[in-house]
Nanobody
Framework: QVQLVESGGGLVQAGGSLRLSCAAS????????MGWFRQAPGKEREFVAT????????YYTDSVKGRFTISRDNAKNTVYLQMNSLKPEDTAVYYCAASMSVGVTKDASDYAYWGQGTQVTVSS
């Protein structure tokens, strides 16, 4: 089992940047593919990005390609989401999640463990 704690959210102006972190407990972090999802007010949770266990494979939703970068440090049990050129439509609660999937997956049902989320607000 793994516990996930996100940090790094906040209020930023459009065009700005934020770096989200997700710290995982346990000694098996490298056994999990990791993902970031987000949920805006009144909308369903949506996939943002995912990274494979070893960090060599990544996949992004189209709306964040070229602006967001997911990475991980297995020695620190941490996954990151670097968000640049932020837009008001990026405003949401961002969640990290862990999956036993071998490859990349954007399906929320493949993720067994979830953090509590961190708020990102982008002002226009």
């Amino acid at each position: 089992q793994v516990q996930l704690v996100e940090s790094g959210g906040g209020l930023v102006q459009a065009g700005g940047s934020l770096r989200l972190s997700c710290a995982a407990s346990g000694r098996t972090f490298s056994s999990y593919a990791m993902g970031w999802f987000r949920q805006a007010p009144g909308k369903e949770r949506e996939f943002v990005a995912t990274i494979t266990r070893g960090g060599l494979g990544t996949y992004y939703t189209d709306s964040v390609k070229g602006r967001f970068t997911i990475s991980r440090d297995n020695a620190k049990n941490t996954v990151y989401l670097q968000m640049n050129s932020l837009k008001p439509e990026d405003t949401a609660v961002y969640y990290c999640a862990a999956s036993m999937s071998v490859g990349v997956t954007k399906d929320a049902s493949d993720y067994a463990y979830w953090g509590q989320g961190t708020q990102v607000t982008v002002s226009s």
